[in-house]
């Protein structure tokens, strides 16, 4: 069956339906079913133009034709009624293009072949033989096979079967509101009860299973969905179960709390709701009901992972009695499902009024006056910079480093990450977007070799490789650091001997692992709850960071997006958080500003700290500075063996900006060097500090 020539044509004219309404199509507006008062807009046009849905009370489709069929009050199963409603309300004068001809009311309509469809609902054609067909007609058969079907008009025919609400009545105890409200049917074919999820899918539970088979759901290419997904719309805690009629029982059994539900249809599905949550902005409280079996333990650790991940507020519970699921309980005690659902959701408001009293200020101040030491810092290990940025990384701040492609900053802030992870109660997390772990590591082993091990030499010596590591006159002329193949074997043990003293105190995670901010959060929640210690977040780096599956109109807005998730995390686990950043190429050869940054707008309103790594001919003080006869050449200062650097301190929170820092990088050794050529500040170690309540230093 398939859409004839016009009925195709009027199916795509909903935007043009929509406008002669009075309705803007691109936008939400109210839901056009007389029987949903709807006070909020939750009607949308989908993307094909094809149908409206409804988001809210009624959770489905609508067709043009479903449409015009409740605005004139005409049966949705009298189609050639409903079409010509359609065709009179666009084309009073006709349908351009088409045909007329005599319909059995004497009034003309368009001819139509034998095989077209009497109903509206269906799109997808279905052909029983292609015998005599072109061999065009054949391929197009095959490829409408392939099509997902569209089950609409099935649901509205098994919903107003007359045994339907009989049917859910005996045979699961639900009550007529829910068969109406879901449109429940009965296919008296199948002997099976029909709960549509969407207009390509449902599930169908059999009365009288055949063998071990109790459902008859339709098979692929339609696409399993979710049942009832418009719950998450709403602002009520909202229960996850596995299937359809549980979901529906505990809707029934929870009115007095407007209980709220949506299921899986089935075990596998787990994605389809992480999917689905990330599609929107805002989620209400989630309360987990799964079976106690291998399948529905699995399915609830995965959701706990991503909740913790989202912030997102969630419950996990179990029904009450010996393996009954909500529609047992239901049908052999509903009052003791009303008191389940009831006790449930009211603890689920019970910690969430916990969770919005600890953001009071009654309840932030006294937290303020119990903690010993409230504005804890990371010293960076350069006592240079240190002094300059008032004794390190301050607790909350959103720390942004910015710098040219290749010129070291990766390896700046690993040398950081080593000087605060070797402190005893240091802790770092280091989420490496671009190295994977094992370069950090050889660079770590170089960085502590002291000046004796390139990261080919590390690369060399684990993996036993026989040839002699790099000769020190490959890379720099010093007859100090010069060792024979032996005695750089013995500096590689030494140095992760070193590392081995500190190593669970550094904690590197990949791409592969962790890209969007959610799952970095989730990574950091985890740590501190595991060690009770304060790190010190890295993110190299900002142009790696994804989105999380959400969508924006350019990388610009996503950046917004995410650099507003780190502010997030660095307040809201009072840590500070380091993001690298690259800076545009036009700043290349210039004294770095705040707008050498690249998507520099968000970074200006957003860092606490905005630093910038550069080459220190660039500072117009510098007595390198490039000149007319000298001019500056990139290529040639990375080649200067060590390379001059400068940190330049650009913008700083409750301190002063402007302030530089020079250094030797040792670029082979992957080393800095502080250097006493500007900001002269005594050499001394300085340990990671906090300020006490008289405010003095504590160590």
Not at 688 to 696: A, E, R
């Amino acid at each position: 069956m398939a859409d004839d020539a016009k009925t195709k044509f009027l199916r795509a004219q909903l935007p043009a339906y929509l406008k002669k309404r009075g309705i803007d199509p691109d936008k939400w507006f109210s839901c056009l079913n007389p029987e949903h008062q709807d006070h909020h807009p939750s009607m949308h046009m989908d993307e094909g133009g094809l149908f409206a849905r409804c988001f809210s009370k009624c959770g489905r489709n609508y067709s043009i034709f479903e449409l015009e069929a409740m605005r004139q009050g005409i049966s949705i199963l009298d189609f050639p009624a409903v079409k010509k409603a359609v065709e009179d309300y666009l084309y009073p004068s006709g349908v351009p293009g088409f045909e007329k001809s005599q319909d059995h009311r004497g009034k003309k309509q368009e001819k139509s072949t034998p095989k077209s469809s009497p109903n509206p609902l269906f799109i997808y054609e279905s052909i029983s033989t292609t015998e005599g067909k072109t061999e065009e007609a054949k391929v197009q058969a095959k490829q409408d096979e392939q099509q997902p079907k569209d089950f609409s008009r099935d649901h509205a025919i098994w919903h107003a079967d007359k045994n339907t609400t009989d049917k859910w009545s005996d045979a699961r105890g639900i009550n007529s509101e829910m068969v109406k409200r879901f449109s429940l049917g009965y296919d008296a074919e199948r002997g099976a009860l029909i709960v549509p999820c969407t207009a390509t899918y449902h599930c169908a539970r059999l009365l009288k299973p055949i063998g071990r088979k109790k459902y008859d759901n339709p098979p692929k290419p339609n696409k399993v969905a979710l049942f009832n997904e418009a719950a998450l719309d709403g602002i009520h805690p909202v229960w996850i179960v596995e299937g359809p009629i549980d979901a529906i029982s505990i809707i029934q059994a929870g009115k007095a709390h407007r209980a709220q539900a949506m299921a899986t249809n089935g075990t596998s599905n787990t994605e389809l709701v992480i999917n689905a949550i990330k599609s929107r902005h805002r989620i209400p409280p989630m309360i987990m009901c799964f079976d106690d079996d291998e399948s529905g333990r699995n399915n609830a650790a995965k959701l706990v992972e991503f909740f913790k991940a989202s912030n997102i507020a969630f419950m996990e519970v179990k029904m009450p009695g010996q393996g009954e699921d909500a529609n047992e309980l239901l049908k052999r005690d509903s009052d003791a499902l009303k008191r389940f659902v009831g006790d449930s959701i009211g603890k689920v408001r019970s910690l969430l009024s916990e969770s919005v009293q600890k953001s009071s200020l009654t309840h932030l101040l006294g937290l303020y006056q119990a903690r010993r030491s409230p504005n804890i810092y990371l010293p960076s290990g350069f006592p240079h910079l240190d002094r300059i940025i008032n004794g390190g990384f301050h607790a909350g701040h959103l720390i942004m480093l910015g710098a040219q492609s290749s010129l070291g900053k990766s390896t700046f802030v690993l040398q950081i990450a080593n000087n605060i992870a070797a402190r005893p109660d240091g802790l770092v997390i280091f989420f490496s977007l671009e190295m994977i772990a094992d370069e950090l590591l050889e660079k770590s082993i170089s960085m502590r070799s002291g000046r004796v091990l390139c990261q080919d030499d590390v690369k060399k010596i684990a993996a036993d490789d026989p040839r002699d590591p790099v000769q020190d006159d490959d890379i720099y002329s010093y007859s100090e650091t010069k060792r024979t193949a032996d005695e750089k074997i013995g500096v590689y043990f030494d140095a992760s001997d070193k590392l081995y003293e500190y190593s669970d105190n550094l904690h590197v995670i990949g791409i592969a692992d962790a890209r969007s901010t959610a799952q970095m959060s989730g990574y950091v929640f985890n740590i501190m709850m595991a060690t009770g210690r304060v790190p010190l977040v890295i993110i190299d780096h900002l142009q790696m960071v994804g989105s999380g599956g959400e969508h924006y109109q350019d990388r610009r807005n996503e950046i917004d997006a995410i650099m507003l998730d780190l502010i997030a995390m660095a307040k809201g686990f009072n840590i500070p958080v380091m993001v690298i950043s690259e800076l545009n190429r036009g700043s290349y050869d210039k004294d770095v500003s705040e707008s050498a940054f690249k998507e520099s707008s968000s970074i200006e309103y957003s860092a606490d700290l905005t630093l910038a790594l550069q080459f220190e001919c660039l500072d117009p003080q510098s007595k390198n500075k490039p000149t007319a006869e000298n001019p500056f050449n990139a290529d040639e200062e990375k080649c200067t063996k060590p390379r001059h650097m400068q940190l330049k301190v650009i913008k700083q929170r409750g301190g002063e900006g402007g302030q530089r820092v020079n250094y030797d990088f040792w670029a082979a050794y992957n080393e800095f060097e502080e250097l006493d050529r500007a900001n002269h500040v005594a050499d001394v170690s300085t340990p990671i500090v906090s300020i006490t309540k008289k405010g003095h230093r504590s160590k």
